[in-house]
């Protein structure tokens, strides 16, 4: 069976175009639904399940004997991740966990992983999820915006949480796993490797944590307890950046990510069906679970389907990557165009049997047309970039499954998606028009969490959720992105706010005053580049990158300096970053 739709019903899907009936506004058809591939419904019953619970724990009963999770050739079946998710569920009540309480989750694609998103949800909690490369500043404002009460980290990253664990006060409890703790006697040597040969556990101490396998085997002895959740319960903490340089909460509740799998998987049958069939995907999980591009095209998704996850821990040893894909034969590669160009052009890409590859989907960054091209000769299997945001659970809009030739676009709004294009003052445009882009779908979010101010700067009056990008769409339905979000960076995928970069350069005691652009590069399709203006004449740019890589996640540091005497201002102060990005770029093309 492919990507079965278990226990889905859907709201038929009408023959003529629906008119979308705003106040206030004209009335505007949905152009997208006559480009829907057959089969496509124009909605999905987003209330098809009360809980994402009830999506995870009707896997377990129908696919128990299926393998749900490969790492480092280590599987995990379906009726294992029930047997430990409960046991993990079971101990977090135990130690006064509470309905609504928040987890954090800090871990690498590991096997702990999975085990951990659905032993939070099943005990009625809310998983925070963490960027495990955050720096201490970093990590302590999230931990503190959340309010979270528990975190499970791998011992890889102890050493972060140590250095700021007397300043999140309502963090008491803490759960310690170590990369080799689901991998049985294996596990033992995986665990010497990388804390003695690969020296990857820097020295921490943090008295009272809990082992991560020790909390299974507690859990084990006792019941868990099954909270009554709803659809409005909030399920997600999706921590993203935002124009004010303050990383948010975008609060995801049961609905919006059980709407999100319902679209997906909806979009993705016409292409899931075609030969060669498949008892079971392969989703090759590349992606890091704590970016919701992977929570809800891998993992649920993934789970609903019976599919089985192949669990990448470093996408960046692409040597290591390549056995896997030669090992197992993947069906499904979600993944960022970088991560798709650095295949290409690796000596071994061709070695790689795609012969059961069924789709690509690009998404987190713009796929380049060269990619796409290269990928779809090479394997047969077209890349379909979609978009979306953390915001939204995440997909907005993709490419159909029936498209092999690369367009440009972002594709088509998925079910039961309005995609607006606006101007300034709220009014929508005409087709083909240029504004914000907003949209209105099941799958947005409830709002940003304990920001109301904030949540009203991004929603309309008429509900829809401005994603601060701008675009257009065509009369086929089709949406473009024609300009970046204001200022963000998208280094590989990840968003790089600058005015969060700018406020940690700021403070080292050499800057007057800085600034942040992005600049293309090879590699990770953009890059960080910072102005500065020397308070300490002294200041060099070795001093400066110092700082950033102490203060900074990597994809946030700089990787230019360049230091100017004053930085181009508005004639109230405000810095011109469009003016730096063009005279960079000028400078760029008298360079080639």
């Not at 859990?219 to 004010?244: E, I």
């Not at 039961?416 to 294009?421: A, L």
């Not at 308070?535 to 300096?561: Q, S």
Request: proline share 6%; hydrophobic share 40%; charged share 20%.
């Amino acid at each position: 069976m492919i990507w079965p739709r278990a226990l889905v019903f859907l709201c038929p899907r009408k023959k003529k175009q629906n008119p979308v009936f705003r106040e206030g506004l004209e009335v505007v058809e949905k152009v997208w639904l006559k480009n829907y591939p057959a089969g496509v419904p124009a909605e999905i019953n987003a209330d098809a399940y009360t809980s994402l619970v009830q999506v995870l724990e009707e896997s377990f009963k129908n696919y128990a004997s299926r393998k749900a999770f490969i790492s480092m050739d280590k599987g995990l079946t379906y009726a294992d991740l029930d047997k430990n998710s409960a046991a993990l569920g079971a101990y977090l009540q135990s130690i006064g966990l509470k309905k609504g309480d928040r987890v954090a989750i800090m871990m690498p694609n590991v096997l702990q992983y999975p085990v951990a998103i659905a032993g939070i949800l099943r005990a009625g909690l809310t998983v925070v999820n963490v960027n495990p490369l955050y720096t201490p500043r970093e990590l302590e404002h999230q931990l503190n915006d959340s309010g979270a009460s528990a975190i499970i980290i791998l011992e890889n990253f102890a050493a972060t949480l140590e250095k700021v664990r007397a300043k999140v006060p309502a963090l008491k409890h803490i759960v310690l796993a170590n990369m080799g703790d689901m991998l049985g006697f294996k596990g033992t040597i995986v665990n010497f490797v990388v804390r003695k040969v690969k020296k990857l556990v820097p020295a921490y101490n943090l008295p009272g944590a809990v082992q991560f396998n020790a909390a299974i085997s507690t859990g084990k002895g006792k019941t868990l307890s099954k909270p009554q959740l709803g659809p409005q319960d909030v399920a997600f903490l999706q921590y993203t950046g935002g124009t004010t340089g303050v990383s948010k909460g975008a609060i995801l509740t049961h609905r919006n990510v059980i709407a999100n799998i319902l679209q997906n998987d909806e979009w993705l049958q016409p292409v899931l069906q075609k030969e060669p069939k498949v008892e079971q995907l392969m989703i090759v999980t590349a992606l890091p679970l704590y970016h919701i591009f992977a929570l809800t095209a891998c993992f649920f998704l993934g789970t609903r389907a019976g599919a089985c996850c192949l669990l990448i821990a470093n996408p960046r040893d692409l040597p290591a990557l390549i056995k896997d894909l030669q090992k197992y034969k993947v069906t499904t590669f979600p993944a960022v165009n970088t991560l798709y160009n650095a295949l290409l052009n690796h000596p071994d890409f061709d070695k790689i049997d795609w012969s059961m590859l069924k789709v690509a989907n690009g998404g987190g960054m713009a796929v380049q047309k060269a990619v796409a091209d290269k990928w779809l000769a090479k394997t047969k299997a077209p890349i379909l970039e979609g978009y979306g945001l953390s915001e939204t659970a995440p997909v907005l809009t993709c490419n159909p499954g029936t498209n092999t030739t690369y367009n440009g676009s972002i594709g088509l709004p998925v079910p039961s998606t309005i995609i607006s294009i606006r101007d300034d003052a709220g009014k929508e445009l005409a087709i083909g028009e240029v504004g914000e882009i907003c949209a209105k779908g099941p799958q947005v979010m409830a709002g940003y969490w304990q920001r109301p101010e904030e949540t009203a700067k991004v929603m309309t009056a008429d509900g829809f959720f401005r994603t601060g990008d701008i675009g257009k769409i065509d009369e086929n339905g089709f949406v473009y992105i024609v300009d970046r979000k204001k200022d963000m960076v998208n280094v590989s995928g990840f968003n790089v706010y600058p005015n969060e970069v700018e406020g940690v350069m700021a403070m080292h005691p050499g800057v007057l005053e800085c600034a942040v652009i992005g600049v293309p590069d090879a590699s990770s399709g953009e890059a960080v580049k910072l102005f500065v203006v020397k308070k300490d004449p002294n200041v060099t740019e070795k001093d400066l990158m110092k700082f950033a890589a102490e203060n900074l996640t990597g994809y946030k540091k700089p990787k230019y300096i360049e230091f100017r005497s004053d930085l181009p201002k508005t004639n109230v102060g405000k810095i011109l970053r469009r003016e730096l990005r063009d005279m960079d770029q000028r400078t760029s093309d008298k360079a080639a």
